[in-house]
């Protein structure tokens, strides 16, 4: 099988995982990849669901060579490729001086990537008014597996470690958005000072955009490398209904931000997320990639994919037909331009673990 048609296939059509004691833990609720487990196939780590439940009706599926004692991917039985699973990391069994185990505070995505929610809690989640219908980024906190604020001390101890310990390359940093007018910029930022002061690590900040642009500098100078901004969806509709209070900022505001930020982190180093699946068409999104693009932002476009116990839950993720068709045209576009997620300084784009477009670049 064509190798980025079938990492197409398993991030849409997802893996049926029998045994868990498989590498490290798979990934439930929060934000980012959740209901996900890091899959190595050719050298290359990406993230594949497995505990929803397209991944529970998938073809593929892991058995054991008996032979030569490797995990065998499989596609209705038949054996696909040779896969391996990252091993639990090392700083996960390390606890703060206060008690805290480390995987509390930040998480390894991919195999070389730390990723942490800096603020567990948003303004929009607990109003059906407001939240995005895709997010889980309190369940996780609700069942006790983070914590609602990870101080900057704690970070910047998780981060030296998760270096020293695990040879992890670079680090994102998220939060839930606080009702503030800086979007949860300034936290990111303190956060950011205090990591860069114990590791040299590069690291990308995630947030909606601030009121005020010029956060944009005061987080580079903290140490933020790029910048992520998410659209998650760009037909003004589809925003409406998947993601209501969100969709209150417009996409005007939005783009003015990424303008703004590229001139603060550099041409190809401010990046936005965007979610195919939730209702957005090919055109839609080639259009809007075309437009980021031309303006020195990546797009970097992921399958959606519905998460337990969220209002999409039973919201179908896009068919590997359909990945594969925006994958080549923004992946042509970003070729002709010279932007590669391999040029991130840090970042989603640049691990690329959720998505196939790296390869179509």
């Known amino acids: 099988m064509n190798p980025k048609h079938l990492l197409t296939e398993l991030q849409t059509r997802g893996l049926q995982i029998v045994d868990e004691s498989m590498g490290a833990q798979g990934r439930r609720g929060g934000a980012g990849p959740s209901d996900h487990k890091a899959v190595t196939i050719d050298g290359r780590t990406?993230?594949?669901?497995?505990?929803t439940g397209t991944a529970a009706s998938s073809p593929y599926g892991v058995a054991n060579s008996e032979e030569t004692h490797q995990a065998i991917l499989t596609y209705e039985d038949q054996p696909v490729a040779t896969v391996e699973f990252p091993h639990q990391p090392r700083f996960y069994s390390l606890t703060t001086a206060d008690g805290v185990p480390y995987w509390k505070i930040a998480l390894l995505h991919s195999k070389d990537v730390l990723a942490t929610t800096v603020l567990q809690t948003c303004m929009r989640y607990r109003d059906a008014?407001?939240?995005?219908?895709f997010c889980a980024i309190e369940k996780s906190l609700d069942q006790g597996r983070t914590l609602a604020r990870k101080t900057p001390e704690q970070l910047a101890e998780v981060a030296e470690a998760a270096v020293r310990l695990d040879g992890v390359q670079h680090m994102i940093m998220t939060t839930g958005t606080p009702n503030t007018p800086d979007r949860g910029a300034a936290y990111l930022a303190e956060c950011a000072r205090a990591i860069k002061q114990r590791v040299n690590l590069p690291i990308q900040a995630q947030c909606e955009p601030p009121a005020?642009?010029?956060?944009?500098e005061t987080m580079r100078q903290a140490g933020i490398d790029s910048l992520g901004m998410h659209l998650e969806a760009a037909d003004p509709a589809v925003r409406a209904r998947i993601m209501p209070g969100k969709a209150e900022v417009p996409l005007s505001v939005y783009f003015e931000a990424f303008e703004a930020a590229v001139q603060v982190f550099g041409w190809g180093q401010v990046t936005t997320y965007l979610l195919a699946g939730l209702g957005d068409s090919l055109e839609t999104l080639i259009s809007?990639?075309?437009?980021?693009i031309a303006m020195g932002v990546y797009p970097f476009i992921v399958p959606f994919v519905p998460i337990t116990?969220?209002?999409?839950?039973?919201h179908p993720a896009p068919s590997a037909a359909f990945m594969t068709?925006?994958?080549?045209?923004?992946g042509q576009r970003l070729k002709q331009a010279g932007m590669t997620a391999a040029a991130m300084k840090a970042g989603c784009a640049k691990c690329g673990a959720c998505s196939a477009l790296a390869a179509f670049e």
């Open 309 to 314: 116990d969220t209002p999409l839950a039973q």
């Open 212 to 216: 005020d642009f010029g956060w944009f």
């Open 129 to 133: 008014s407001t939240a995005c219908q």
């Open 325 to 330: 068709a925006v994958y080549e045209q923004v």
């Open 46 to 51: 990406i993230m594949v669901p497995i505990y």
């Open 288 to 292: 809007t990639s075309e437009r980021l």
